[in-house]
């Protein structure tokens, strides 16, 4: 254990050892350790958010030139693409997934900061059609100290979502990494600072969600929460955020429908489904896990569907072939695991897979299993790679069974019928609906969703904004106030 890397938080521009317990971060592929982290305690975290607070009032950055805040945030996008190949390996090291996956991905994570520099730079305020000798100017500010809960399960990617758009705005921001794969994140640190952040404007804590993302939520001063997590997280946090009138943005997790029209070419039908429902080994939550499929595509496209996913390289994640690689735990296996029992019980049909891998490491096996539409797997998020398949009749069951989970974060339409795309889209209730495609990601592109799959937007100006205050400036050049004066038709309002 000696041999193993420990990795400070990144606290007041510095790694920071604190006399904090320790937690192990395990490789899913080897399951052997690859580094500790800190287990941050009360104390600590309550030091790390007083001191936060002090820099929003005292520091530079909440009141920078957004010029300034373009430049640091655009060399961190620049001095990222050049360290490209050290982030690609952690992530793959730390979530097991394929080392191709991982080098896509990341390729595109530096526009984030450069949209949201961008946007910074040419953010404009407001006059409003005040009645009247008034001008009414709008102002955007920063919101003070934000506090951000992310996953493990696109590390880098999702914690740039964030903290792009925090800074941009002129924020202070603590990010509390999953236990699991925080270390991409935890570099972060020297890059941001290298590019010219000033110190203690990203703060870095790490720990359990249960104690030291629960700190950090319950500790007064902050001005937002920006959670992506499961709804149990968000039901837990929502009672404290709601006693400290903090707002919350949570994006929780789906049940996303892809939706397969008979006038869509097997092939690209199969493709589309492969590519929805097993990137990330189905750890995404946006996977498309429910593939409902028109029956007059049906008896042709189940064949040709089980023998790709039969086909598909599970394996080394650092093997550049690797199509699939492990879920993040043994927990998530067995997770998998109990999903696949209980859709036998219930009456389902496992078609390909349905265990977990005989190796070391945390692999289970691309899944496929036929079931009602009705059905416990069809209708919760499983959070791996076994996906529910449901035959429907029409147009109108589709559309039905996509609208029928509690979830509403994404869904796909497959059809090359123009109408159809756009009537069936239409009718889809949920945050993110893609038309011929699946997983698409933008920085400019609002992401969130509806109902249980959460509340709020990352991407895009609603992103920007939410993490602004709005400041409202009323210049009178001409309503005397002469109201107590008795003067006929003085102003009021």
């Not at 592929?29 to 104390?43: G, K, S, W």
């Amino acid at each position: 254990m000696s041999s193993i890397p420990h990795i400070p938080n990144w606290i007041n521009g510095a790694y920071t050892t604190t006399p904090s317990p320790t937690l192990t971060v395990q490789n899913p592929a080897t399951e052997e350790p690859i580094a500790t982290i800190t287990a941050t305690d009360e104390l600590t975290v309550q030091e790390t958010i007083t001191s936060s607070l002090t820099t929003f009032r005292t520091g530079s950055w909440p009141k920078a030139d957004p010029t300034d805040r373009f430049t640091v945030l655009s060399t961190a996008a620049r001095l990222l693409r050049a360290r490209l190949p050290e982030f690609v390996d952690l992530e793959t090291q730390q979530t097991g997934r394929p080392i191709r996956e991982m080098s896509t991905q990341l390729a595109r994570v530096p526009e984030w900061l450069e949209y949201f520099a961008s946007l910074a730079r040419v953010h404009e305020g407001r006059v409003t059609p005040f009645k009247g000798p008034v001008v009414n100017t709008l102002t955007r500010l920063p919101i003070g100290v934000v506090v951000q809960i992310t996953p493990y399960n696109h590390p880098l990617l999702i914690a740039m979502k964030k903290i792009a758009a925090a800074l941009a705005a002129g924020n202070v921001v603590i990010v509390k990494p999953s236990e699991l794969a925080p270390v991409s994140v935890l570099k972060l640190g020297p890059l941001f600072k290298e590019a010219g952040l000033p110190d203690g404007t990203l703060q870095i804590v790490c720990g359990t969600g249960p104690e030291t993302g629960r700190y950090l939520c319950e500790a007064a001063g902050i001005a937002k929460i920006d959670l992506t997590g499961g709804l149990g997280t968000y039901r837990a946090i929502a009672p404290i955020a709601a006693r400290n009138m903090v707002p919350v943005t949570a994006e929780l997790g789906g049940k996303a429908p892809v939706c397969l029209f008979p006038s869509l070419e097997v092939q690209r039908a199969v493709q589309a489904s492969l590519f929805a429902g097993f990137i990330a080994a189905g750890q995404t939550c946006v996977t498309g896990s429910r593939l409902l499929v028109h029956r007059d595509l049906y008896a042709e496209f189940v064949p040709s569907l089980v023998e790709r996913v039969k086909g598909l390289r599970v394996g080394d994640p650092m093997d550049s072939a690797t199509q699939i690689g492990t879920v993040i735990s043994r927990a998530a296996v067995e997770r998998c695991a109990s999903f696949v029992e209980r859709a036998v019980r219930d009456g389902g049909r496992v078609l390909c897979g349905g265990k977990a891998v005989e190796r070391t490491g945390f692999f289970f096996e691309p899944t496929v299993i036929e079931v009602a539409a009705d059905s416990y797997l069809a209708c919760n998020e499983v959070f791996g790679p076994v996906v529910a398949l449901v035959r429907c009749e029409s147009e109108e069951e589709i559309v039905d069974v996509a609208n029928s989970t509690p979830f509403g974060l994404g869904a796909s339409v497959w059809t090359n019928d123009f109408e159809q795309a756009h009537r069936v889209a239409g009718r889809i209730d949920a945050g993110i609906v893609w038309v011929n495609g699946h997983h698409l990601n933008d920085p400019s592109s609002p992401w969130g969703g509806f109902r249980e799959s959460g509340m709020g937007k990352e991407n895009g100006v609603e992103a920007y904004e939410s993490y602004t205050r709005v400041k409202s400036t009323v210049i009178n050049y001409g309503v005397a106030p002469v109201w107590f004066d008795q003067v006929a038709n003085a102003r009021y309002g």
